[in-house]
């Protein structure tokens, strides 16, 4: 399983990005793929993660304003992050593992197995 994600850039508070995750290799219906993030001196943190059997699940500083799809036809995996902030500031990797996590993990990053290589998301002024 490979993944490669892209999308980053500089943007000012308030503004807006799509991140986008190519996957290739054999992925079913079970597996998670979601977005983390790590800001500098900080642990990864969950961002988003979809499922196509379970839906979305997101972290409370992001609910309302990030929205996580996918495109099976494309085997991509999209980000949209609307409304930006300072705090938002991080690089942003996208990874998946096999096998289905109750809803209380699924956000946890060490329960991931493969991971892209992060792009980075500035957010200033």
């Known amino acids: 399983v490979q993944l490669q994600a892209s999308g980053g850039g500089l943007v000012q508070p308030g503004g807006s990005l799509r991140l986008s995750c190519a996957v290739s290799?054999?992925?079913?219906?079970?597996?998670?793929i979601g977005w983390f993030r790590q800001a500098p001196g900080k642990e990864r943190e969950g961002v988003s993660v979809?499922?196509?059997?379970?839906?979305?699940t997101y972290a409370d500083s992001v609910k309302g304003r990030f929205t996580i799809s996918r495109d099976d036809a494309k085997s991509t995996v999209y980000l949209q992050m609307n409304n930006l902030k300072p705090e938002d500031t991080a690089v942003y990797y996208c990874?998946?593992?096999?096998?289905?996590?109750?809803?209380?993990?699924?956000?946890?990053?060490?329960?991931?197995?493969?991971w892209g290589q992060g792009t980075l998301v500035t957010v200033s002024s």
């Open positions: 990874g998946t593992r096999k096998g289905r996590l109750i809803l209380s993990a699924r956000l946890s990053a060490i329960q991931y197995d493969y």
């Open positions: 979809i499922t196509k059997r379970e839906g979305v």
């Open positions: 290799g054999l992925i079913s219906d079970y597996w998670h």
